[in-house]
């Protein structure tokens, strides 16, 4: 979809499509920090043969910049390091303009969206900047500054099953290794850009598989070598929702969402159409 909403054919194709299988494993819902050691070059590198992608990312970062990429002064180093090392790689035009011109270079040349965490006095990791132009329901100018335990604060039940987890695994990150993960949801739209103030509605009854989409967050985490800062990758992908449950994973979901907890399916704001959800599955 282009900046003003509109149909885009090539966006619409998308990528890094997941194994389903490892995404619904055959159990109840469950927090996990499942992590595959990958490498960040390939992370990042082009994946949409179309252009559609990065044309669109273009797009919003050029009709609202400081919406969709913004960053603190912490954020400079870490910016001009994945600048260096994504030209390098080839996946963008090396850049030594100041530290906003490199992140709006950035974020219009590389599929993902990218955020930069840097430590904190006391060792916490606080979100310091970033190019967000495919968030899933989320603010970058809401967030920016906070440390991850606020972040996270939102999702019901998080910070209680992993925090503690998630703050040891990133102090002992170190570079060369794109640790991955995924996360899930479920939306009425195949819009890349779920920012909250386009007031995209969420699913509603009733509901039809062919007009629901399974949105997938593929996650990367990059320790970067110099400024000891992180970078954390998001790629999103779409697949329709009557797709998936003719796979062998469609019971692996309905289970999923059968037991996930009442708070966490209103966070992702299909508690209203859950349990005709679960019927149709």
């Known amino acids: 979809m282009n900046a ?13 499509d997941p194994d389903l299988a490892e995404l619904f494993p055959d159990g109840d819902y469950r927090f996990h920090l499942t992590l595959r050691r990958g490498e960040p070059r390939a992370f990042f590198a082009p994946r949409d043969a179309s252009g559609g992608v990065v044309e669109e990312r273009r797009r919003w970062l050029a ?7 913004r960053l603190e002064p912490e954020a400079v180093p870490l ?3 994945l600048a260096g090392l994504a030209a390098d790689w080839g996946f963008a035009p090396a850049v030594r303009d100041d530290a906003s011109a490199a992140l709006q270079a950035l974020g219009g040349a590389l599929e993902p ?7 904190d006095a006391a060792g916490d990791f606080r979100l310091r900047g970033g190019a967000l132009c495919f968030p899933t329901g989320w603010a970058l100018e809401e967030k920016l500054g906070l440390p991850l335990e606020a972040i996270h604060g939102v999702v019901p ?3 209680p099953a992993l925090g ?7 102090a002992k990150l170190r570079p060369g290794v794109a640790f ?10 195949e819009e890349l850009n779920l920012h909250p103030a386009r007031g995209l509605p969420p699913p509603t009854s009733p509901i039809a598989l062919d007009r629901l989409w399974l949105r997938i967050e593929h996650q990367a985490l990059v320790a970067l070598p110099c400024s000891g800062g992180l970078v954390f990758g998001i790629r999103i992908a779409l697949h329709r929702l009557d797709a998936v449950a003719a796979t062998r994973s469609g019971p692996h979901l ?11 399916a209103a966070y992702k704001r299909i508690d209203a159409i859950r349990e005709e959800l679960v019927g149709a599955l």
């Open 180 to 189: 991955r993960r995924d996360n899930w949801g479920i939306t009425a739209t």
């Open 63 to 69: 009709a609202d910049p400081l919406r969709y990429a």
């Open 157 to 159: 039940g998080l910070n």
């Open 254 to 264: 309905r289970r999923a969402l059968e037991t996930m907890p009442a708070q966490l």
């Open 79 to 81: 910016v001009h390091e």
């Open 113 to 119: 969206d990218i955020l930069f965490l840097s430590p």
């Open 4 to 16: 003003e909403g509109q149909g885009n054919d090539a966006g619409r194709h998308r990528t890094d």
């Open 164 to 170: 503690a987890s998630i703050r040891q695994f990133l």
